[in-house]
C-alpha cells in the first residue's frame, strides 16, 4: 500500500485546512486508515482513524474541530481541520494498517501543517 499525503500550509489561528492521502496498491487489504501528527520535540500522535466500517474515533485534542473522511471510489482518505490552534502545529502523516497477515502499518510521507496568531 503506498499513501500520498497533501495539503499542508500555513494558516493563522481560527482557520482551516484540508488534508488528503490518496492510496493505491492493496487497497483491500486495509482495515483501517489514519492520521497521525508529530509536533516538534514531541512523539507522534494519533489525530483521527476511520474504519472500513465507516466508524471513526478521534483524539480529544481535535473532537468536534477535526472531521475524518474517505472517498472509496477515489481511494483517498481526507483531515477537514477546522478552527485551527497553534498548539495543532506539526508534520502529519497518513497512516494505513492491515491485519490479514499480522499487523502491517503503511505510512504516507508527512504534510507540515503550521498554525500562527
Known amino acids: 500500500v503506498q499513501l500520498q499525503a497533501s495539503g499542508g500550509g500555513s494558516v493563522q489561528t481560527g482557520g482551516s485546512l484540508k488534508l488528503s492521502c490518496a492510496a493505491s496498491?492493496?487497497?483491500?487489504?486495509?482495515?483501517?486508515m489514519g492520521w497521525y501528527r508529530q509536533a516538534p520535540g514531541k512523539q507522534r500522535e494519533l489525530v483521527a482513524d476511520?474504519?472500513?466500517?465507516?466508524?471513526?474515533i478521534y483524539a480529544e485534542s481535535v473532537k468536534g474541530r477535526f472531521t475524518i473522511s474517505r472517498d472509496n471510489a477515489k481511494d483517498t482518505m481526507y483531515l477537514q481541520m477546522n478552527s485551527l490552534k497553534a498548539e495543532d502545529t506539526a508534520v502529519y502523516y497518513c497512516?494505513?494498517?492491515?491485519?490479514?497477515?499480522?499487523?502491517?502499518?503503511?505510512w504516507g510521507q508527512g504534510t507540515l501543517v503550521t498554525v500562527s496568531s
Open positions: 497512516n494505513a494498517r492491515s491485519y490479514s497477515n499480522g499487523v502491517q502499518n503503511y
Open positions: 476511520i474504519f472500513r466500517s465507516g466508524n471513526t
Open positions: 496498491g492493496s487497497i483491500l487489504s486495509v482495515n483501517v
